[in-house]
Nanobody, 124 residues
Framework: QVQLVESGGGLVQAGGSLRLSCAASGGIFSINAMGWYRQAAGKQRELVATDTTGGSTNYTDSVKGRFTISRDNAKNTVYLQMNSLKAEDTAVYYC??????????????????WGQGTLVTVSS
């Protein structure tokens, strides 16, 4: 069974840093893209950053210059380094993946796999 497991959330003061990790497991054949989304209380889930296997990264404007997404392909893991955190970065952060799974006999694509979320709280 495919799953994404996030870690690294917590409480930090404004101006501080956190690094989130998300490891994919369960018959992973290949990964097309991985990314991070977040959802603040009372708001819709929004894209934070994505990283495609082709090497393309994308960030929402509010985190550019402060957050960095990276991947360790050997570990099927994506990271989000968050620096200069602000109170408005407080949210539940979700990992997302577009990947191909193998059963050993055939492969199939899962375009929207989500982790359980990890809470990031930035105190001002």
């Amino acid at each position: 069974q495919v799953q994404l497991v996030e870690s690294g959330g917590g409480l930090v003061q404004a101006g501080g840093s956190l690094r989130l990790s998300c490891a994919a497991s369960g018959g992973i054949f290949s990964i097309n893209a991985m990314g991070w989304y977040r959802q603040a209380a009372g708001k819709q889930r929004e894209l934070v950053a994505t990283d495609t296997t082709g090497g393309s990264t994308n960030y929402t404007d509010s985190v550019k210059g402060r957050f960095t997404i990276s991947r360790d392909n050997a570990k099927n893991t994506v990271y989000l380094q968050m620096n200069s955190l602000k109170a408005e970065d407080t949210a539940v952060y979700y990992c997302n993946a577009d990947l191909v799974v193998t059963t050993g006999t055939y492969q199939y694509r899962l375009r929207e796999v989500w982790g359980q979320g990890t809470l990031v709280t930035v105190s001002s």
